[in-house]
Structures are given as C-alpha cells and as structure tokens.
C-alpha cells in the first residue's frame, strides 16, 4: 500500500462570464480510495453543478466570472502500491463477440483517425501475434515512432499527424496507440489522470496531467502506456473517453486566457 497526495491549481482569466465544462476529480472508480473526501475550491467561490457524463466521468458545470478565475482541488488517496497489470493471456475478441459498450470504441473520432491509419496498420501488425502481444507491439511501435518534447505540444494535433510528425506528449502517443489498435479491431479508449514519479528516479521536468489508454481484452479492460512503455506504480484515473476531446480537463465557452499551472501527485508518509 502507497499513501499520494495530488491535486492541482489553474488559474483562467475571463473577459467576461464564461461556461465552463470541467472534468477535475478522480474517478468515480477510484473514489472508495479517496481517505478524504475531495473538494473542488475556486476563488472567487462560484457555483457548480455536477452531473455524470456519457462515459461515466464526474463532471462539473460552473459559469466563470469576468476576471481571473482560481480552480484548486487536494486530494489524499490510497493506493495497491502494484504497478499496472501484465496479462499476457488476455486474448482479443472477435468484433462479434464483443459487449455492445464497447463498440463505440473501435470508431474513428476527433483526434483518432482510423480510416487514414488503417492500411499502416495491417500492413504492419496485420500478421503478428494478437491480444495483448498485438497491443503491446503497438504500444513499442509508438514508443519508439514519436520523439517526445514538451516543446512539441500542440492541442490539435492528431494521430495521423503525430505518425507524420513523429513528435508529440503524452496524449499523441495515447492517440496514435489508440487509433492502430481500433483499425486492428480492439476497442480502445484514452484516459486522463495523475501519474507522479512514485517509485522511480525523478524526472526533471514539471508536473502535468498524464494520457494514456485501456484497451479491451478478454473480458476486461487494460491500461497501456506508449509514452512510458513500462507498469507504473501510482496510477490514478480521472476521466476516460474515445479521446482527448472527451476528457477536456475544462471546455470553455468563450475566451480566455490560461494564466498558471500546476499539478501535483507525490507519496506520503502512511496516516
């Protein structure tokens, strides 16, 4: 067992009132490991409403005033302490054999484009192993194909463009993963969330939100990582969706500007 402290403080500065959508707790799957309750602060205090959106995410809805807009959240969670599941076993399914709700996830969307990606994909994966040896050779493929830079960061770009590119962040590796994987018909779907350096040398850069994916194997979903390529320990779900666009940590309705940053997700002495 791990004890992590995480949360994060974003700052936005609004011309005038502004809807927002906002995507900022953990998971309703993680929520029973929550050894607090989580609070969302913002100053100036505004309302907010909260709802489950289609894919099951904790979302909240506030109207941001005119001027800067403080979003503060800090949170103490537990933790297995294991690293991400290794299933080698884990067979993939035929499309027919597949549950209904997870269909949606062998489609094309925003940011993963499956029609233009299809004919590199079974070119080169179309004759190798299947299951969870076909999405880990994507999973090397993509690790090794894009160069990571957080200079390299660009909110439109998509998977086509980071396998033409061959650079990116975390969430083009998830979005290319993803993309190959729904051409070789197994239903993926990009996840948002904490992952701190827990249990490993430090990394010299700042904290962020990670991407990653699951993908559905046997019976089950499972978390893959093209940007790290290795089990991590520490992992903690936010939001999951076809990809980035769905789990938009906030989708604004207006201008702004995004004026601070920071994001934090640390071990702790056990309370």
């Known amino acids: 067992m791990l004890h992590m402290k995480v949360g994060f403080e974003i700052e936005f500065n ?5 809807p927002m959508l906002l995507a900022l707790h953990v998971h309703s ?21 909260y709802y489950h959106d289609m894919f099951g995410n ?10 800067p807009l403080v979003l503060h959240n800090d949170a103490w969670i537990g933790d297995s302490g294991l690293p991400d599941t290794y299933a080698p076993w884990a067979m993939q399914l035929p499309v027919e054999q597949l549950p209904e709700d997870t269909l949606v996830y062998l489609l094309g969307s925003r940011y993963c484009e ?18 969870w040896e076909r999405v880990q050779a994507i999973c090397d ?20 463009e980071a396998y033409n590119e061959r650079r990116g962040v975390c969430r083009d590796y ?21 992952l701190g ?5 430090p990394i010299p850069a700042p904290m962020d939100f990670a991407g990653w994916f699951e993908a559905y194997l046997g019976d089950q979903w499972y ?9 991590r320990i520490g992992r903690v779900l936010m939001a999951r969706g076809r990809d980035a666009c769905d789990v938009a940590l906030a989708t604004t309705f207006g201008a702004n500007t995004l004026q601070r940053f920071q994001v934090w997700a640390d071990e702790v002495p056990m309370r």
């Open 58 to 67: 904790y979302c909240g809805r506030i109207v941001a005033p005119a001027g």
């Open 14 to 18: 609004c011309p005038a009132p502004t």
């Open 141 to 160: 493929f993509v690790h090794g194909h894009i160069a990571f830079g957080y200079e390299h960061a660009r909110r439109t770009r998509t998977a086509w």
């Open 197 to 201: 350096d827990i249990r490993i040398p």
């Open 29 to 49: 799957s993680r929520a029973a490991d929550l050894l607090q309750p989580e609070q969302l602060h913002s100053y100036p205090p505004v309302p907010i409403h």
């Open 174 to 194: 998830a979005h290319l993963a993803i993309a190959i994987c729904r051409c070789m018909n197994i239903p993926a779907r990009y996840c948002t969330g904490y």
């Open 223 to 231: 978390t893959f990582d093209a940007r790290n390529n290795t089990p």
């Open 114 to 131: 499956t029609d233009l990606l299809s004919e590199m994909a079974w070119q080169r994966f179309g004759h190798g192993p299947m299951g």
